[in-house]
């Protein structure tokens, strides 16, 4: 009988297979199931995962992050291009893709704390002028809602270009098979009320993380993941960020306690798939 170590419950946690330096996340899932090598942590490691159960979050992937009448962003643009080669491999395997967008309403404009306001409001604490409302609340202009001009919309309320899907991503995304969620923090996940947790919480259990910034909503996102008990998975090469140092801290950070870190070869070269036609079925247990 091959060594194996189990991590959670008994049936419902992981299989550690010591010979194969692999972590089986499928937890005897009787279904297709998808195997990778890590590029993180333990050298030679490799995780399996059932497709059915995972789901591809796609984070912040935007005109306003990414495109360059809003600014410069050359990490996630190398992340974009990554992120179109998993999602074709992802709609191969059966794997539910979910697009996380900011997407703010007036209702959030109101209620944002004051610490995430100032997140995005850089122009209104350079400012010289007083940039408060009648009613002493809310600003006039820069900042969460206001008009970014040249036809970009308000920024990151739900609707506008600025806080539609990234042109070659948004070529890639189906409005009938995808899932788009929005957020208005910096984590998707932020309470059980948000949308993405009404989305996966009962459908999925393994989540893989692409998007920006690595080290800002996407690490966000992931920490409040874990805290659920989802399985999670960084694909470090789909995540990109300006902050120097901050994609490799993180990595570094999620394959040491949040999970697991790979890359889009090694996910998109990924072996093991069983399919019908192949009559495989992966049980969890070698002999």
Not at 108 to 123: C, E, I, R, W, Y
């Amino acid at each position: 009988m091959t060594s194996i170590v189990t991590f959670g419950a008994p049936g419902k946690g992981w299989v550690y297979h010591k010979d194969r330096k692999l972590y089986d996340l499928t937890r005897n899932e009787l279904a297709p199931c998808l195997s990778f090598d890590t590029t993180q942590g333990r050298p030679d490691t490799g995780v399996m995962i059932a497709p059915k159960t995972t789901a591809l979050v796609v984070v912040d992937m935007q005109n306003f992050f990414l495109h360059p009448e809003c600014g410069k962003h050359p990490t996630g643009l190398e992340a974009a291009e990554r992120i179109i080669e998993v999602v074709a491999k992802c709609r191969e395997l059966g794997i539910q893709i979910i697009w996380l967008n900011w997407g703010l309403t007036e209702a959030d404009l109101v209620t944002m704390p004051p610490a995430v306001h100032k997140n995005f409001s850089g122009q209104l604490i350079d400012s010289k002028e007083d940039t408060r409302a009648p009613d002493g609340r809310a600003p006039t202009r820069g900042g969460f809602g206001s008009d970014m001009g040249l036809n970009r919309g308000r920024l990151l309320m739900a609707g506008s270009w600025n806080a539609e899907l990234y042109e070659p991503l948004l070529a890639v995304s189906d409005r009938e098979k995808d899932i788009f969620c929005p957020k208005n923090r910096m984590s998707g996940l932020w309470t059980n009320d948000a949308p993405l947790h009404d989305v996966i919480k009962d459908r999925f259990r393994t989540l893989l993380f692409t998007g920006v910034n690595t080290d800002q909503c996407v690490l966000g996102t992931l920490v409040d993941a874990y805290n659920r008990g989802f399985d999670c998975i960084m694909l470090e090469d789909c995540c990109g960020t300006p902050t120097p140092g901050g994609k490799e801290v993180t990595a570094w950070n999620v394959s040491k306690g949040y999970g697991f870190v790979t890359n889009s070869k090694s996910f998109c070269n990924g072996t093991g798939l069983k399919t019908e036609d192949e009559k495989l079925v992966y049980l969890g247990v070698s002999s």
